[in-house]
């Protein structure tokens, strides 16, 4: 049997600190379920001292998951660790996990104290943390580019102090693999306590190298690394958790250890992550962007066709994408695209069919294969008569420089008028959540453009929204004079197509429902 690494998930604390990746506490949790399911065994759940949402989302976190470890961050000092400890109150198996800089440059630059007080203080931090939970980790920041000595008098003493993991972090994502690997060897040949520890690696990736060397550190004795969904992360981000899984799942050849990550998770989950920070990972991003699994040139086309391994090293499925990217083509029939738009759960009459496979034939024509994308426009683009389920009568918002904004939105919808006021961040949130209540609905915006059709401090503006329910998007735009007046429409039209095509799925799921008989 292989031996386990511990994946330590710091998505919701180092991966929220990046640019345009921040979460609103509601947000976290959705994520941290989705977490749970994905199986990780740590997930770092934010860093309570530095905000009342920091504080209230690993509160709630704490409160709601429960499998996995959840930790705290806290800096070494009393306020912290204590504020970090209120805040896991309810957590099954809290862990304290505070930290300092050891290098001579932060030293000298930041702290501006001794290695004595940093040892000193340490020491303190883990003791404190130590009175409140059996579970606490140190990690000594910049730890590589700290004197190697100094690096193995903190760990031992850290130990000493009862931290059950120690934490040696690349903060500035500067190391090369082969480094690393000695880093980590000479603390566990040098450091006389090491084996009362778990030796964690948390790899930053300044130099690309994050995957490399976290795989470099496990293969010299680290048994945690800890990681991000989609890499997001400080800078250039963090070691991306796909990418170790996988890494350590499909080479079990040579490094042969164990994670509980759950594989067939990890698609949903780095799709959650894109949701709902609207931040999206490139195309050619391994084992999550939209490329990974397609194959463009002719001679990998063939050679997949005659054998998947000739150019796969891993499935689709293995990482929860159905089917290989590669959808239709040039010589695919009418039977094959509306067998394609009921896999993704468009089921099309006879007539739109008809439409779509028109337009389909003329694209192939230009482009050589056709992506799922591709097929939404073509859907979107007026092959179904969508019905105007609802239509905006009015909307009033009231926003400015004092949060939160407010919308009061009314609907018609037939013969009723729907009338619903809500707050929010900005009155094109406010107005969102006010029609996302009248219509019963909750969609995840994941794109919004706003750009002007006319000039002039009149002019016209247009909005184009994509809009997730339940992980189905539609599109929408609008164009009007006021912005949130455009943007309540653009909404209201990708909400009046979703509820369309939940029609067509209900109208297509009652007929195969049918006894023969009857029917
Ligand atoms: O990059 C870093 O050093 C950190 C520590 C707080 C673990 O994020
Ligand atoms: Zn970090």
Known sequence: MSERITIFDTTLRDGEQSPGCSMNVEEKLRMARQLEALGVDVLEAGFPIASDDDFEAVRQVSQEVKR????????????????????????????IHTFIATSDIHLEYKLKKTREQVLEEARRAVRLAKSFTEDVEFSAEDATRTDLDYLCQI????????????????????????????????????????ERCCLSVHCHNDLGLAVANSIAAVEAGARQVECTINGIGERAGNASLEELAMALRVRQ?????????????????????????????????????KNAFAHEAGIHQHGMLC??????????????????????????????LQQKFEDMGYFLNRNEIDKAYKLFTKLADRKKEIFEEDLMVIL????????????????????????????????????????????????????????????NTQGQVI??????????????????VHVDFNGRTFSGKAASTDIVDASARAYLHAVNKALHAEERRLEAQRR????????
């Open 68 to 95: 996995p470890a959840i930790a705290a961050l806290a800096r070494a000092t009393s306020l912290d660790i204590e504020r970090a400890w209120e805040a896991l109150a309810h957590a099954a198996r809290p862990r």
């Open 155 to 194: 760990v031992q003493a850290v130990i000493e102090e009862g931290a059950t993991t120690v934490n040696i972090p690349d903060t500035v994502g500067y190391t090369i693999p082969s480094e690393f690997k000695r880093i980590i060897s000479t603390l566990r040949e040098r450091v006389p306590n090491i």
């Open 253 to 289: 050849d040579v490094i042969p250890f164990n994670t509980g990550i759950v594989t067939t998770q990890i698609y949903k989950t780095s799709q959650m992550l894109c949701n709902i920070t609207g931040v999206m990972v490139q195309a050619n991003k391994a084992i999550v962007g």
């Open 307 to 336: 054998n998947k391994l000739t150019y796969e090293i891993m499935t689709p499925e293995s990482v929860g994408i159905k089917q290989s990217m590669l959808v239709l083509g040039k010589h695919s029939g009418r039977h094959a």
């Open 380 to 439: 979107q683009d007026g092959i179904q008569e969508i019905p105007q389920t609802y239509s905006l009568r009015l909307v009033q918002a009231l926003a400015g420089n004092h949060k939160p904004s407010t919308a009061t939105v009314v609907l018609d919808k037939g013969t009723e008028i729907l009338v619903h006021s809500e707050t929010g961040d900005g009155p094109v949130a406010a107005t969102y959540k006010a029609i996302d209540k009248l219509t």
């Open 447 to 464: 794109d919004y453009t706003i750009r002007s059709v006319t000039r002039g401090s009149d002019a016209v503006g247009e909005v184009f």
């Open 512 to 519: 195969l429902e049918v006894p023969v008989a009857q029917s």
